[in-house]
C-alpha cells in the first residue's frame, strides 16, 4: 500500500514544477515582446506624424517581410499545412488593419491616450481563449486584471493639455478599431503558431500587408512614395523590432496560453511610456507610478498560477 502511494507525489510535484516553468517562460517572452514592442511604437509615433500611417505602415512591413524571406530560405518552417497557412493570412489580414488604425491614431491622437486603448486587446485575447475552451487558474485572472488596470493606469495620465492638432477624442476611434482587430489576431496566432512554427505566420501577415495598404490607400489617394533618405533609419528600426516581438509572441505561445500572453505582451504602452519619460524627458503622472507596480504585481500573480 505505502510503494504505491510514494511515487505519486514526486510525480505531481513534478508536474506541477514543469507546468509552472513553462508558463513562466511564456510570460518571460511575452515580457521581451511587450519590450520591442513598446520601442518601436516609440519610434513610429515619429514616422507616421513625418510621413502619414499608410507609409509608414507600409514600409515598415516590406522592411519585416525583406528579413523573415531571407530567414525562411536558410531554415524552412517546420511545415506547410494548407488550412493553417490559410488561416494564417486571414490573421495577416486582421493584423494589417489593426496596424493600420493604429498608426492612424498614433498620427491623429495623443500617445498617452491611443496606446492604452490599443493595448487592451489582451482582454478580448484573453476572453476569446476562455471561450474556447482554455482553461485559467485563479490567480492568472487576478493578475491579468491587475495587469490590465495597471497598463491603463500607468499609460494614461489623469491631467493631459492637449495641442493643436489632437483633442481629447481623436484617434480614440482608430484605437478601438485597432484592439479589436489585435485582439483577435493574437488569439488566433494561439492555433496556427504551433502548426507552422514561429516565423511562417509573422512572414504570412507581413506579405499581406502591402496588398491590404495597395487596396485601401490608392481609392483614398494616399501617396505611397518612399520614405526621405532621413526617415529610412527609423523605418527599418520599427520594422526590424515589431517583427521580432511577433516572433518573440510567438515563442510564448509554446510554453504559455494565447490568452495570457497577449495580456502580458500588452504591457508595450507601459514600456513607450517609460521611453517617454527617460528619452524625451516626459514626466510621469501621481496615477502612473502605482500604475507600474500593478504591473508587476500582476504578473506575479500571473506567474504563480495556483
Known amino acids: 500500500m505505502g510503494g504505491n502511494s510514494i511515487p505519486d507525489v514526486p510525480l505531481r510535484f513534478t508536474f506541477n514544477v514543469k507546468r509552472r516553468y513553462n508558463s513562466g517562460m511564456g510570460i518571460l517572452w511575452g515580457l521581451i515582446a511587450a519590450a520591442n514592442w513598446g520601442f518601436a511604437d516609440f519610434c513610429a509615433r515619429f514616422i507616421s506624424i513625418k510621413i502619414g500611417n499608410f507609409r509608414s505602415f507600409l514600409y515598415m512591413q516590406?522592411?519585416?517581410?525583406?528579413?523573415?524571406?531571407?530567414?525562411?530560405?536558410?531554415?524552412?518552417?517546420?511545415a506547410w499545412d494548407g488550412f493553417y497557412i490559410l488561416l494564417g493570412l486571414g490573421l495577416g489580414l486582421t493584423n494589417s488593419l489593426a496596424g493600420l488604425a493604429f498608426y492612424r491614431a498614433f498620427e491623429v491622437g495623443l500617445l498617452s491616450v491611443v496606446s492604452p486603448i490599443a493595448a487592451s486587446y489582451g482582454v478580448i485575447s484573453l476572453v476569446l481563449g476562455l471561450l474556447s475552451g482554455q482553461s485559467i487558474s485563479p490567480s492568472e485572472i487576478g493578475g491579468l486584471l491587475l495587469t490590465i488596470?495597471?497598463?491603463?493606469?500607468?499609460?494614461?495620465?489623469?491631467?493631459?493639455?492637449?495641442?493643436?492638432?489632437?483633442?481629447?477624442?481623436r484617434g480614440v476611434g482608430f484605437a478601438l478599431l485597432a484592439s479589436l482587430f489585435f485582439g483577435i489576431t493574437f488569439w488566433g496566432l494561439g492555433y496556427v503558431t504551433p502548426r507552422l512554427?514561429?516565423?511562417?505566420?509573422?512572414?504570412?501577415?507581413?506579405?499581406?500587408?502591402?496588398?491590404?495598404?495597395?487596396?485601401?490607400?490608392?481609392?483614398?489617394?494616399?501617396?505611397?512614395?518612399?520614405?526621405?533618405?532621413?526617415?529610412?533609419?527609423?523605418?527599418?528600426?520599427?520594422?526590424v523590432f515589431d517583427s521580432g516581438a511577433y516572433i518573440l509572441y510567438n515563442i510564448g505561445l509554446e510554453s504559455a496560453q494565447s490568452g495570457i500572453v497577449a495580456v502580458i505582451s500588452s504591457l508595450f504602452s507601459a514600456v513607450t511610456v517609460v521611453l517617454a519619460r527617460l528619452f524625451l524627458k516626459e514626466k510621469l503622472a501621481a496615477n502612473q507610478w502605482p500604475g507600474l507596480g500593478l504591473i508587476f504585481l500582476g504578473v506575479g500573480l500571473v506567474s504563480a498560477r495556483f
Open 197 to 239: 512554427g514561429g516565423v511562417l505566420p509573422v512572414w504570412e501577415a507581413r506579405l499581406i500587408a502591402p496588398l491590404v495598404v495597395l487596396a485601401l490607400a490608392l481609392p483614398a489617394g494616399q501617396s505611397l512614395r518612399p520614405p526621405t533618405r532621413q526617415a529610412w533609419p527609423l523605418v527599418v528600426v520599427v520594422g
Open 62 to 78: 516590406l522592411v519585416g517581410l525583406l528579413g523573415l524571406s531571407l530567414w525562411l530560405l536558410i531554415q524552412p518552417p517546420p
Open 149 to 169: 488596470f495597471g497598463v491603463v493606469l500607468a499609460s494614461t495620465p489623469l491631467s493631459l493639455s492637449f495641442g493643436p492638432r489632437a483633442g481629447p477624442g
